[in-house]
Nanobody, 129 residues
Framework: QVQLVDSGGGLVQAGGSLRLSCVASGRTFGGWTMGWFRQAPGKEREFVAAINWSGGTTYYVDSVKGRFAISRDNAKNTVYLQMNNLTPEDTAIYYC??????????????????????WGQGTQVTVSS
């Protein structure tokens, strides 16, 4: 049974930083594509960032480029999302997700919720103005 546990959320002022973590257990983590999504109140869940199995390729939604950085440590079964220069528009529940399938990757592929088989429970990020 695969389990993803998100953590690291909290309340921060605009311009501040947070680092989210997602620890995976239950199966081999190293070959998975990992993603971060977020869902704000009243809105649909949206793609934020993704990283391929090796960490050599990353993808970001335009609104977070230059501010957020996704990384992974396969030895620790952990993926991270470093979030800098946060704005109130970043307020949402953040979810990590895992795609165990081996497939050609592109932004179009990694940004789709349906590609991911496993999800974390979410961690709340609140940015005050």
């Amino acid at each position: 049974q695969v389990q993803l546990v998100d953590s690291g959320g909290g309340l921060v002022q605009a311009g501040g930083s947070l680092r989210l973590s997602c620890v995976a257990s239950g199966r081999t983590f190293g070959g998975w594509t990992m993603g971060w999504f977020r869902q704000a109140p009243g809105k649909e869940r949206e793609f934020v960032a993704a990283i391929n199995w090796s960490g050599g390729t990353t993808y970001y939604v335009d609104s977070v480029k230059g501010r957020f950085a996704i990384s992974r440590d396969n030895a620790k079964n952990t993926v991270y999302l470093q979030m800098n220069n946060l704005t109130p528009e970043d307020t949402a529940i953040y979810y990590c997700a895992a795609d165990p399938a081996i497939r050609p990757l592109s932004y179009r592929v990694v940004a789709q919720l349906k590609q991911y088989d496993y999800w974390g429970q979410g961690t709340q990020v609140t940015v005050s103005s």
